[in-house]
């Protein structure tokens, strides 16, 4: 059985300490084995790392955004390999694998415009004969610590910008779906990146620790769950680093009775449901603004889930896969049962979905429930599988007040045709990526993402401009010439140029 | 005896359950109290803030300058007061006040360019008919912590630009010089700022801690030593909250053989010793490259020091006044003493200088001590008194090697007429604000504070761009309405866009 | 009788070859005489322009900000004179002038932003080692044609920029309304200008001729109607110089079957008759989309005209005040009656309104035409006056058509609740300025000012960033410092860095 | 015979009315025809790319920008075709056509970032929920004519910027060497192009005076000759049309006493023979400080020059070609001869060279003068070939001032180690490149390049952000939606928001 391996200083290293079980979590079954790094071995490639750095951080910017467009190339060519790793380790179909993917590769092109956005500012005279400016230079060894649900994507979003920026990397991924990022690594070497400035470690919380205190590594970058994001987040910062760690999510959709009804059906459908659920910013709360809107959105949705196709990614017609794990699946399963114990109404049960051939398989099929209620464990909690929940609110206000006091603020979304609403929305949610008629506001490449409240902890979000600034660091200048011969009074006053 | 109090929603609070006593340095006399706040007064502060903030946040922006443009008015008009008050308590001779101050009504000038400053960035068709676009909303509550050095710099550098941007704010100053802080925010209120947007809180450890742990406070800002920054960067963020804390500094000066040394030597005179050598950009350590650069400037700067005048902040021909407390004067004597036995040459001894009729102030005098080397504790820590280093090194390289090296990186500077040595200097040094023949290299307004290294944590510097980046929250909005009757097919991929 | 002059190197210069006389338009009498500058004259302010270049040019931004800073406080004190003076030389009622007034103020707030506005691009390592930045450098003496209806603001929107950009200034203004811009260099002064950096010359066809044909002035800007617009482009190009002419407009306005009527109307009657009509963004038609719309708003408007006040701006309760000359109302009121020859219905007739105590004033009162359509005189051309046309459309579509037709393509809006009608128009419609739900869409200083089509010759709009890039040249340095001793290969090749 | 044709809509178009020779420089042969446009030619392609334009416009700037991620791509592979075709028509050694290519495909590059240049500037609440925001929306049809000189280059500067921005372009390169441009477009094609986006039209001044007159074309670009640009900025301004004109230049180098002089020549042998000297940023004018510098310039410039190869582009250890005509290189050669009769020292001469095979070719050598003066033919005017002129300064005052006087501003550069002197020299040149050691400071992709004085016509440079600016119409706009059953105050007053 093969094993996944690292990859540090352009090499792939296969053995390992310790190792553990890679699913298949379409057929239920162990396919590989995934090394797990001690703490020596993710030193070594944080030590590659720092080796490799003064040549690359002296490397143009433009020519390290040369390996960035042929990066690009490679992605699209190696685009069906990438899709089927995708789908052996977490169980996407083609398609969703293929959106996934195009995601990323956005996010490279963005990081080929890194001679554009790493310009500073240049000012004349501050004072006289004074001149001023701003670099960003890079910070020199960071980390990125990757979650399974997106193996190809959340890994895109952030070493290309960091190394575009000048810095090297050690990439941390799930161990769940590893074989992604081994191969992103090794298309980077192909695209002419030196050796040791991309490395990645597979491994568990030893490797993660170790990331986090090692004093070479200045900063980190971490997408998972809400309490691992602060554990992060805290033990980075406790040791000096900075810090973005993006956390969990509660996505509301709020459907005013005004929404062409059909258009949200049809956007929910895919946003409640792609990926199984398992997406940050998967929209799993439907919020309806009155009883008449409510109940047309339940027959209709439910209508809808008659057709949703749950199943192996072997099957490209399939809508969506597997959960990653058996554990997930009966964590899913409970939190379905524990609405229909707290008065909920389960409209659609995707329990135990009856998936042929694949019956070991980890699967829940879509599920709508009806009457959710704030303070409900399902509503309370992130539950990162294909569940639908309607809330029913009176109003907008009281619509817009659970959204604003639920821990989370990622992503949310209105369904209306009214200007005013969509205004009102916008401008007074809590939460960092909203949605007008638009299901999964993922911001694009070149804006930036990061959720509010507790999905996000630090100052900046991840990749576009916020991307750039945090994997930089400002270094100022202020420039005086002195004229030949000129001897300058002391100063003893704070000088105000 | 006069007591200093707080300032919380538009109301000086003059009660307090503790008080502690302010000094006059320049005589060494106790003048007043100042109030020390209960951590309940310091939750009635964040709470008046609170409370200010939504309207204040639904303030158009171009409107809450306009309190700026009318701020910056009544700081000139009250210039005299401002630096009276930091005459009395920080000893602060007046043309330096006046520099200090000088600088702070600059940042109230940049804050006036909110409207420019706060634009989000608009990208028509990120999609077909799909818009996107971010806006840099305000956080709720932010909290200042500042040092005694600056007492109306360091506040200006914080509360404009986060008011500005649409913040509520707690500022809590130094206690030993807390006056400065209290007449700010009166000005501010005179500005026309609403009641509550604006809070001064004094006190100790029990306020500090009280605003790193509260839940209503969003993000804080925190300039000071680097032990009380890394506790402060740590206890904030472990609260979930953005934090940036600047600490201490041990800034180098390069003096290369082909520096103008009348121009060099002028240069360090103010920077070595004006305000005592208590500012965190002080340049400290000049490190002459060959022992002709040394001996020359040795013989120069002790030339120019016999003519340096430290007394009271009452007579303005004087150049720089005393140290903050009774227990710093120790402290810095001692670290003069602890050079002398580690091996180094006292060239110009400051310790006990005679000020006639201040015999109780707290002086010490412009020191000069050749032949210092790392390793001696003079080097290594911070000093924070009118005391400068010389090191003398073998080669640039050697030089350079010293300040990377060196646990603080906030400023430094190269004293040379040579184009290729600046660059290299510049370019490869681990410091975050450069000067080039300017010995004090504090960016100005419309620029951005940081420095590097231990000298500050976080992402993110203050004032200037960066300052607004960080009192404001990214918020990315995507937006497509629908066209009248079109269904559209439910997606089931991730969105590509 | 008074004579209005010249404003030269600091100096008001009254005598004059020729004068010209200047109405008070709501008497009709004449109340003084303005110089018109011969040829020399003007070259004598090009020249002082010319000398007070090289100094203002190496003034640091910031201290060129600080006259505008101090300026702004100058114009709010001063408000009352500045508005009494455009009251009688052009008529506006005291509310219209201080809007007027209010509006150039927030271009000096914006000027104040210079030291963030006029900073460069900074680019490391262009090629190794190699530095590359931009400066954007004043380009020496500009000049400014502004046209009698905004007679404070129009100059505001140049002068502060042009200036506090390191440029010099030759203002001619309307010589139908000239002592406003008097006053405000005057002003400028107070504020702390150095002499013969603003320079106003009164004039005719001569001085506009001389500034765009004289070597020193390099670049001009032009408020005025289109024929002049166009002359003045062609003219200042030929001789080589950068030149932004903006000229007439026809702003219409959509009115969707779904609009808030109320607030259409209430919208329209501001933007319609405010400054009796005599406004580039007036928004002169009214397209309404259905015959309902249309019989509603019909009904609505001339109801609300009814308590329209036209008459002098000596009594604030006013609405709006004469036009600019006897020819001009005789110009209007033949619009009035060519519309209803070609078969346009007159619902409401402004021509001849009774004006007890002013009967020689030139007054047109509020005037509503229905059934327009294109080709009917009084909607291809621009009448300047209190004349709101309504053109009746069957459909969204054939509205905006119509728009994109015309000649200008100043402003426009669109009144309507849905979200994907104002997308798709704000899109789609071939002009610079578009409200959605706002009737005169000026863009706010920050922004910049800009029609299409007819309504604008150049590149970049005026005011706000384009009137930063327009009044400033780019340098851009690269910047390599030979290493000592290396002997560099010779290149013949064209050089890729 | 070839006869190389146009490419409209997608198609060769290979009849044509009249055809031109086009050269061989190399051998003095004509190798091919190309077909001169009728004015009836030229419409057609301007309706196509009118027809082409609402589809193109309407797709997502990301979009857009992946053609030219494709293009460059293209470009590479076919690198060596496009070479040799530079060769065959331009006379360009491979490594100077590869040079010239690849600051063509870096500017490709730079368009590939368009999603991020394009973005405009959102604020929210203008005033109380009002927002605004800009869109650099695309201008329609826009023209390019470009040079022969850079038959890759310079149509790489205008049409990838243009096209990505949603323009569509009618492109008209030089007839002298034609091919290149029609391979380009032919590529952009291959590279997912629609038809009609990028049409080609080879021709004469019929061809460029259609396109200046034309009403469908919006903008004009033009790189050439000093008074054609000024015949192209007259033209296509009379006809209302935004146009950046791009001159003729003499670039002087200022070589200080301090130079790195080897560093100096090695660098000019290449800047002023380079190209056989046909560049606009040629240096052509070295300005040496002092006898003492320019008689060991002369020394070391007339040692290197003794290795300089000037042969046919088929042997690639030449250096240089030939000129571009027979009559050009009488022209150099008279220009040659006129600076010996008016007084100059002729040190190296490179009329008639002996170019073994190739008798017939338009060889000029690499030529050296020593003691040229202003007022001088050789020193007032632009010669275009491989020639050298030394001036003699007294002072970098005087040096400076020569430059300052000169008509032409495009590109200068200084040799120095000195920092004050190099930035007193680029803060005080009226010239838009500056190079500090680099002898041609062609702007990177990512800055904009443009000249100062005669050598630009317009207010934008070309390619880079000004590029950017230059290709799109700035729309803004201004939404408010009214809140439901508020009726809205009539307002009079000009809105100050």
């Given at each position: 059985m093969n094993t996944v391996g690292h990859f540090i200083n352009g090499q792939v290293i296969e053995t390992a300490e310790r190792t553990q079980d890679v699913f298949n979590p379409a057929t239920g079954e162990i396919s590989k084995q995934v090394a797990i790094a001690a703490k020596n071995t993710v030193e070594e490639a944080i030590a590659a790392a720092q080796v490799a750095y003064p040549e690359w951080r002296n490397t143009p910017p433009a020519k390290r955004a040369k390996v960035m467009f042929k990066f690009k190339h490679l992605l699209e060519e190696n685009a069906d390999k990438i899709c089927a790793l995708i789908g052996e380790?977490?169980?996407?179909i083609p398609h969703d694998a293929m959106g996934e993917l195009t995601r990323g590769i956005e996010n490279v092109e963005f990081a080929c415009s890194a001679p554009q956005m790493l310009k500073g500012e240049h000012s004349r005279?501050?004072?006289?004969n004074i001149d001023s400016w701003s670099e960003m230079q890079p910070l020199g060894v960071v980390a990125g610590i990757t979650p399974f649900n997106f193996p190809a994507m959340v890994p895109l979003w952030m070493f290309p910008l960091a190394i575009v920026c000048g810095n090297t990397f050690v990439l941390k991924p799930?161990?769940?779906?590893?074989s992604c990022a081994l191969l992103l690594a090794q298309l980077m070497q192909e695209a002419g990146l030196p050796d040791g400035v991309l490395n990645v470690v597979n491994g568990d919380k030893v490797a993660v620790d170790t990331l986090l205190t090692a004093?070479?590594?200045k900063a980190v970058s971490f997408v998972g769950s809400t309490p691992i994001a602060e554990y992060v987040y805290a033990t980075a910062t406790a040791h000096g680093k900075r810090c973005q760690a993006l956390g969990g999510a509660k996505n509301h959709a709020i459907i005013m009775p005004d929404a062409d009804m059909d258009n949200a059906v049809a956007a929910l459908t895919g946003a409640a449901?792609?990926?199984?659920?398992?997406?940050?910013?998967?929209?799993?709360?439907a919020v309806c603004v009155g009883d008449e809107a409510a109940d047309t959105f339940i027959e209709k949705m439910s209508g809808a889930m008659q057709s949703l196709k749950v199943g192996?990614?072997?099957?490209?017609?399939?809508?969506f896969g597997p959960v990653i794990t058996e554990a997930h699946k009966q964590k899913v399963n409970g939190y379905i049962s524990s609405a229909e114990q707290q008065?909920?109404?389960?409209?659609?049960d995707g329990r135990n979905p009856d998936v042929a051939g694949f019956e070991n398989g980890f699967y829940v099929g879509g599920t709508l429930i009806d009457k959710v209620q704030p303070g409900m464990t399902c509503y309370e909690e992130?539950?990162?599988?294909?569940v639908l929940l309607v809330v029913r609110a009176e109003s907008m206000e009281q619509a817009m007040q659970m959204i604003n006091e639920h821990e989370y603020g990622n992503g949310t979304c209105i369904f209306t045709r009214d200007g005013e609403a969509a205004r009102y929305f916008s401008d007074n949610i809590l939460v960092g990526m909203v949605g007008i008629n638009v299901?999964?506001?993922?911001?694009?490449?070149y804006h930036s993402f990061g959720g509010w409240k507790r999905s996000l902890f630090g100052s900046l979000g991840t990749y576009g401009p916020d991307g750039v600034r945090f994997y930089t660091n400002r270094k100022t200048i202020t420039q005086r010439w002195p004229s030949s011969g000129v001897r300058e009074g002391a100063q003893f006053s704070f000088p105000s140029h």
């Amino acid at each position: 059985m093969n094993t996944v391996g690292h990859f540090i200083n352009g090499q792939v290293i296969e053995t390992a300490e310790r190792t553990q079980d890679v699913f298949n979590p379409a057929t239920g079954e162990i396919s590989k084995q995934v090394a797990i790094a001690a703490k020596n071995t993710v030193e070594e490639a944080i030590a590659a790392a720092q080796v490799a750095y003064p040549e690359w951080r002296n490397t143009p910017p433009a020519k390290r955004a040369k390996v960035m467009f042929k990066f690009k190339h490679l992605l699209e060519e190696n685009a069906d390999k990438i899709c089927a790793l995708i789908g052996e380790e977490h169980g996407k179909i083609p398609h969703d694998a293929m959106g996934e993917l195009t995601r990323g590769i956005e996010n490279v092109e963005f990081a080929c415009s890194a001679p554009q956005m790493l310009k500073g500012e240049h000012s004349r005279n501050v004072g006289p004969n004074i001149d001023s400016w701003s670099e960003m230079q890079p910070l020199g060894v960071v980390a990125g610590i990757t979650p399974f649900n997106f193996p190809a994507m959340v890994p895109l979003w952030m070493f290309p910008l960091a190394i575009v920026c000048g810095n090297t990397f050690v990439l941390k991924p799930s161990e769940r779906d590893p074989s992604c990022a081994l191969l992103l690594a090794q298309l980077m070497q192909e695209a002419g990146l030196p050796d040791g400035v991309l490395n990645v470690v597979n491994g568990d919380k030893v490797a993660v620790d170790t990331l986090l205190t090692a004093p070479d590594v200045k900063a980190v970058s971490f997408v998972g769950s809400t309490p691992i994001a602060e554990y992060v987040y805290a033990t980075a910062t406790a040791h000096g680093k900075r810090c973005q760690a993006l956390g969990g999510a509660k996505n509301h959709a709020i459907i005013m009775p005004d929404a062409d009804m059909d258009n949200a059906v049809a956007a929910l459908t895919g946003a409640a449901f792609g990926s199984s659920g398992e997406r940050c910013m998967a929209l799993s709360v439907a919020v309806c603004v009155g009883d008449e809107a409510a109940d047309t959105f339940i027959e209709k949705m439910s209508g809808a889930m008659q057709s949703l196709k749950v199943g192996a990614y072997t099957d490209s017609s399939n809508d969506f896969g597997p959960v990653i794990t058996e554990a997930h699946k009966q964590k899913v399963n409970g939190y379905i049962s524990s609405a229909e114990q707290q008065g909920a109404t389960i409209v659609v049960d995707g329990r135990n979905p009856d998936v042929a051939g694949f019956e070991n398989g980890f699967y829940v099929g879509g599920t709508l429930i009806d009457k959710v209620q704030p303070g409900m464990t399902c509503y309370e909690e992130e539950i990162f599988g294909p569940v639908l929940l309607v809330v029913r609110a009176e109003s907008m206000e009281q619509a817009m007040q659970m959204i604003n006091e639920h821990e989370y603020g990622n992503g949310t979304c209105i369904f209306t045709r009214d200007g005013e609403a969509a205004r009102y929305f916008s401008d007074n949610i809590l939460v960092g990526m909203v949605g007008i008629n638009v299901p999964l506001p993922v911001p694009v490449a070149y804006h930036s993402f990061g959720g509010w409240k507790r999905s996000l902890f630090g100052s900046l979000g991840t990749y576009g401009p916020d991307g750039v600034r945090f994997y930089t660091n400002r270094k100022t200048i202020t420039q005086r010439w002195p004229s030949s011969g000129v001897r300058e009074g002391a100063q003893f006053s704070f000088p105000s140029h």
